[in-house]
Nanobody, 119 residues
Framework: QVQLVESGGGLVQAGGSLRLSCAAS????????VAWFRQAPGKERAFVAS????????TYSDSVKGRFTISRDNTKNTVYLQMNSLKPEDTAVYYC????????????WGQGTQVSVSS
């Protein structure tokens, strides 16, 4: 089982930047994919970005493409989400998830970190 702990959330003005971290522990194989999801008040949880635990394949939702960058540091077992040009609509609780072959329903999830963007 993989354990995930997110950090780095906070309050920022529109146009600002934040970097989220997802520290992973436990048994993580090369078949794992790590992703960021977000859930805004009154909305369903939505995919933001993902990265394979090995290799350089990344994917992004259209709403964040060009503004957010996902990366990982395998030496620290940590995945990052660099968020630039933040908008008020990016306000949400951000969750880190890890799963084999992106099977999120059976994967591991962190507790979430709040990101609030003021206009």
């Amino acid at each position: 089982q993989v354990q995930l702990v997110e950090s780095g959330g906070g309050l920022v003005q529109a146009g600002g930047s934040l970097r989220l971290s997802c520290a992973a522990s436990g048994r993580i194989s090369s078949t794992y994919v790590v992703a960021w999801f977000r859930q805004a008040p009154g909305k369903e949880r939505a995919f933001v970005a993902s990265i394979r635990w090995t290799g350089d394949i990344t994917t992004y939702s259209d709403s964040v493409k060009g503004r957010f960058t996902i990366s990982r540091d395998n030496t620290k077992n940590t995945v990052y989400l660099q968020m630039n040009s933040l908008k008020p609509e990016d306000t949400a609780v951000y969750y880190c998830a890890a799963a084999v072959a992106s099977r999120w329903s059976s994967g591991s999830w962190g507790q979430g970190t709040q990101v609030s963007v003021s206009s």
